[in-house]
C-alpha cells in the first residue's frame, strides 16, 4: 500500500495483520472512516468489511463483535431476537446475517461468528464478568482486542473483568437485575443476571487510559493505521498481567479514580 493511497473500508481486514486462525473481538466509531469515505467519494460497505473479517481468520476464526445494551438494567425487557445493540453499526448490522449468533447475557452480550461461535452462545454465564462468561473465554483464547478509532476508555470492557477476577477492589460490587427475558425460541420468562457496577457513594470514574504505556511496552499492545484512522490492537491474555498488577499492586490508579484511593 502506498502511504498517499486511500484504502476502501472493505479493504481494511488486509492491512489489520489478521492471520487464519485468529480470534477477535472488534470494538469501533466508524465516524472517522465515514468521513474519509465521504471526501475521497468512497462506498462503505459494512457487509463487504464483514466479508473481509472472514476471509482473513479463515474458516478456524472466530469474530465477536460487541452487542451491549443496558436496559434490562432498568426493568426494561431483553429479547435476544430483537433487543439491538447500543454498542456500535458493526455489532448492529452483524446482528441481520445469518451467520453471526447473540450470546445469551441481556446486558453484556456479544455476535459471534466462527470456530467457537457454539462455545460462547452456549454460555449461561448470569455474572456479567465471571469466569463462565464470555470475558473470561477471550483471556483462554488469547483473543485479539480490535479497537478502530475509539480509545480504552471508550470500550475497554474488558479492564472490569479483571477488576472482578482480581477479588481485592473495593470500588465495584456485585448488583443483580431482574427484568422479562425472551430466549431464541421466543420463550419469555422473569430471570435475573448481575453485573459488577461502580460504588456510587465513591464516585469512581474510569480513566484506563493511563495504562495504555503498560501495554505498549510490555508488548501487550500494537498501533495500526490505514488512512486517517488509528486502530489498537490488545492482546487480552497479556494485557490481564498487566490490569491486575495495577489493582493489587497500584491500587487501580491507571484504571479509575474514586474516593479514598490510596
Known amino acids: 500500500m502506498k502511504e498517499d493511497a486511500i484504502v476502501d473500508f472493505c479493504d481494511y481486514p488486509k492491512y489489520m495483520n489478521l492471520k487464519s486462525g485468529d480470534v477477535i473481538f472488534i470494538n469501533s466509531d466508524l465516524r472517522k472512516v465515514f468521513c474519509d469515505m465521504h471526501v475521497n467519494r468512497r462506498k462503505i460497505d459494512l457487509n463487504a468489511f464483514i466479508d473481509g473479517l472472514i476471509d482473513q481468520v479463515g474458516p478456524d476464526g472466530t469474530i465477536i463483535f460487541p452487542t451491549y445494551n443496558w ?28 451467520d453471526f449468533r447473540r450470546t445469551a447475557h441481556p446486558i453484556y452480550s456479544f455476535s459471534v461468528y466462527g470456530r467457537y461461535q457454539d462455545l460462547f452462545c452456549s454460555m449461561n454465564n448470569t455474572e456479567s464478568f465471571g469466569e463462565d462468561s464470555p470475558f473470561a473465554a477471550l483471556k483462554k483464547l488469547k483473543c485479539k482486542n480490535y479497537m478502530i478509532d475509539v480509545t480504552l476508555k471508550g470500550c475497554f470492557t474488558y479492564m472490569h473483568y479483571a477488576e472482578q477476577a482480581s477479588g481485592v477492589v473495593h470500588y465495584r460490587y456485585h448488583k443483580n437485575f431482574t427484568a422479562d427475558y425472551t430466549d431464541s425460541e421466543n420463550h419469555t420468562s422473569k430471570r435475573t443476571y448481575s ?61 479509575c479514580r474514586y474516593k479514598g484511593q490510596c
Do not use: H, W
Open 195 to 255: 453485573m459488577f457496577v461502580r460504588d456510587l457513594d465513591l464516585d469512581v470514574f474510569n480513566t484506563v487510559d493511563p495504562i495504555e504505556k503498560d501495554f505498549i511496552d510490555d508488548g501487550a499492545e500494537d498501533i495500526i493505521r490505514i488512512n486517517s484512522s488509528v486502530i489498537r490492537v490488545v492482546y487480552l491474555d497479556k494485557a490481564l498481567d498487566i490490569l491486575l498488577n495495577d489493582i493489587k499492586n497500584n491500587s487501580s490508579k491507571k484504571l
Open 71 to 98: 436496559d434490562f438494567c432498568n426493568g426494561i425487557a431483553f429479547d435476544i431476537n430483537k433487543t439491538p445493540s447500543k454498542t456500535g453499526s458493526l455489532g448492529q448490522y452483524s446482528l441481520k446475517r445469518t
